[in-house]
């Protein structure tokens, strides 16, 4: 039996559009559905998006993932991506392709984008703001443009940045990103800069404590202002940054599934 076919979506204004891939599968009906947004440099095909393709057919949830532009299957370049345009994408995804309540799972930067996705919506659009029912989010990378990369960043590779328009950024997981100054300056615009916000729904955390990228101590400090005693923060000792052995996907779907069964009982 064949799975979903990738499918395309145009996204953003007439001078800035954007083909974007996605795949969606139905669930049954009056089930909350999961949107998976992932990780900077990953894709709708990565091994917790394909495990979470599984999960929600077997419990009956539809589910929707897609590629960021300069992402997989959709269109562009990785280096003229910026948070911004990531973030309009997911929420026309959002808003254009689901229906219903929906679990949004963000992985890394996916996490970052879900937190201002959220805000975006509570502040902008309180019907849409009413389906998103809950986060579930991995080593969420909130500010990571300032907090965990112009921050972090080594003084020559500023100067480079500067000087050039970019600086290369190694990688564990193959070749170095190219990190631009037009995306660490557009990132400026979509920061949470640890203003209070109080999310209205339930924000379920799995963070490894081996994470080189996405240190705990940076999302222990997400929970100081996040406000309304919403965050369930879950600890992985042995866990890294990618979270995807069978053990840390367990403990992925019991979080996913406490926010359905809360769903479904109010």
Same mark, same amino acid.
């Given at each position: 039996m064949s799975g979903p076919q990738v499918q395309f979506l145009d996204v953003g204004s007439e001078t800035a559009t954007r083909r974007i891939a996605y795949l969606t599968q139905a669930g049954h009906p009056g089930e909350p559905g999961i949107l998976w947004l992932a990780g900077l440099k990953s894709d709708m095909v990565s091994t917790?998006?394909?495990?979470?393709?599984?999960? +929600?057919?077997? *419990? !009956? #949830?539809?589910?929707?993932?897609?590629?960021?532009?300069?992402?997989?299957?959709?269109?562009?370049?990785?280096?003229?991506?910026?948070?911004?345009?990531?973030?309009?994408?997911?929420?026309?995804?959002?808003?254009?392709?689901?229906?219903g309540g929906q679990i949004v799972v963000g992985s890394s930067t996916g996490g970052h984008i879900a937190l201002l996705m959220l805000r975006h919506l509570v502040t902008k659009d309180a019907r849409e703001? +009413?389906?998103? *029912? !809950? #986060?579930?989010?991995?080593?969420?990378?909130w500010d990571l443009t300032e907090e965990l990369m112009w921050k972090a960043f080594p003084e020559t590779a500023r100067q480079e940045m500067m000087e050039q328009g970019y600086t290369l950024r190694p990688s564990d997981y193959g070749e170095p990103y190219r990190i631009t100054k037009r995306f660490i300056e557009e990132g400026r615009a979509h920061l949470l800069a640890r203003k209070p916000f109080n999310p209205g729904r339930p924000i379920s955390i799995l963070q490894g404590l081996q994470d080189k990228d996405v240190p705990a101590a940076h999302t222990r400090e997400l929970t100081t202002f996040i406000e309304g005693d919403w965050i369930k923060l879950v600890e992985v000792p042995d866990g890294e940054h990618r979270l995807s052995r069978p053990q840390d996907l367990d403990r992925l779907y019991a979080l996913i599934i406490e926010q359905i069964d809360r769903v479904k009982q109010e």
């Open positions: 917790k998006a394909e495990a979470l393709s599984h999960f +929600a057919a077997d *419990r !009956g #949830l539809s589910y929707t993932r897609f590629d960021y532009s300069g992402h997989g299957q959709s269109e562009g370049m990785f280096e003229n991506g910026t948070i911004g345009d990531w973030l309009e994408e997911a929420l026309a995804v959002f808003s254009g392709l689901t229906t703001a +009413a389906r998103l *029912r !809950g #986060l579930v989010l991995i080593a969420p990378a």
